[in-house]
């Protein structure tokens, strides 16, 4: 299967913001979002609730690991992720910002889809809504085990070239960078204008030995690990959700759930901006979206006699226990 042709353009992304200067703009010309709904981008709300879903149980079980992102545009996952970032995690975004691509395929998406894309934009908008950026490798994804150490991630979300050979690299890659814990979030893994995802995505969970957890109508979420705890986990999760409906599905012998958003479902909470124009946080985020909360930084692990009893638990009980015998630990 080759990549030649060039890929037509995504679908335009989402978000009211102001056209991404180019390369050495001037700084007045740099984003300057006050809500996160500003940020241009491709990230929408089912995918918000999964990956606040899938960080939130990283948090609550104490899973160790940093997060990833390959392909980030002008930062709206990456805001989002980062948003999760626990102290002494490590947040590595990789993309090619304003950088040329080396293949004449990825070079032509790259015109067609992020013409007005820099580096400058992407960090404007993250500090934006963050005290410090992440660490930003400016190159192609083919590099990131250069920087990235093996089995030190517990999410990576794969969003960068769309084209077939890149992204089974990409998925390689992260295969090999994720813990056995860790989730990945694979996007466009069934949109027509990029056939080359599925192939990829659907290649490493038949040849490979990637586990799908459940998709959206944007992305694939799986695991190199036991797919069965967080898949269990998800399913009680959503059978109390409003704002999300969900099927059981099976592909290949596969199981898998399917999540997709209810009629007028809510955001869920979403960053909210460091510094809102003339007005608090709170308020400046208030207007299209529902009440949001400043990214909190989540809790430290717990250390002592409950953070071991959570570790050993985690290990080797099933979730639901695990959770009973925390919250009857803590009443003590
Ligand atoms: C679909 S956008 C990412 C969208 C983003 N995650 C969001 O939430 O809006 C894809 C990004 O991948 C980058 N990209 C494309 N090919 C790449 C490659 N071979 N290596 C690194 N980055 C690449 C582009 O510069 C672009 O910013």
């Known amino acids: 299967m080759t990549a030649t042709s060039a890929t037509p353009a995504q679908p335009s992304p989402s978000a009211a913001a102001t056209t991404p200067p180019a390369a050495g703009a001037p700084e007045d010309a740099l984003p300057r979002p006050t809500r996160f709904a500003d940020v241009k981008g491709w990230f929408f709300p089912a995918d918000q609730h999964l990956f606040a ?3 939130d149980r990283q948090e609550r079980l104490g899973e160790p690991g940093d ?10 996952s990456a805001i989002f992720t980062g948003a999760r970032q626990r102290p002494g995690d490590r947040f590595t975004v990789c993309d090619l910002f304003d950088a040329p691509a080396e293949d004449a395929a990825n070079a032509r998406e790259m015109r067609a889809s992020y013409a007005t894309l820099s580096r400058r934009s992407f960090e404007a908008n993250y500090l934006a809504f963050h005290d410090a950026l992440p660490t930003v490798v400016q190159g192609l994804t083919s590099v990131i085990r250069d920087h990235v150490p093996d089995a030190s991630c517990r999410f990576a979300h794969i969003d960068a070239s769309h084209l077939y050979e890149h992204v089974r690299a990409d998925i390689e890659a992260v295969g090999a960078m994720l813990a056995p814990h860790g989730i990945v979030a694979l996007d466009d893994y069934r949109s027509e204008h990029c ?16 586990q799908p957890v459940c998709v959206s109508g944007n992305k694939f979420y799986g695991t190199w690990g036991d797919p ?10 959503l059978s109390g959700q409003q704002d999300l409906w969900f099927e059981e599905q099976s592909v290949a012998g596969h199981p898998l759930i399917r999540v997709k958003p209810r009629k007028g479902a809510a955001e869920p909470p979403q960053p909210a901006p460091r510094h809102a124009a003339g007005a608090s946080a709170a308020s400046a985020t208030s207007t299209s979206a529902p009440p949001t909360r ?11 006699p409950l953070g071991a009893v959570r570790r050993v638990a985690v290990d080797l009980l099933p979730p ?9 630990l803590r009443r003590r």
């Open 53 to 55: 879903w899938f960080l």
């Open 228 to 237: 069965r705890p967080v898949r269990a986990d998800l399913l009680e999760w």
């Open 195 to 210: 056939p080359g995802v599925a192939a990829a995505t659907w290649e490493a969970v038949l040849v490979g030995r990637l």
């Open 67 to 76: 997060l990833l992102e390959l392909g980030s545009y002008l930062g709206k």
């Open 320 to 328: 639901i226990v695990t959770r009973a015998l925390l919250s009857a």
């Open 294 to 304: 400043r990214a909190a930084r989540p809790a430290p692990r717990p250390r002592g």
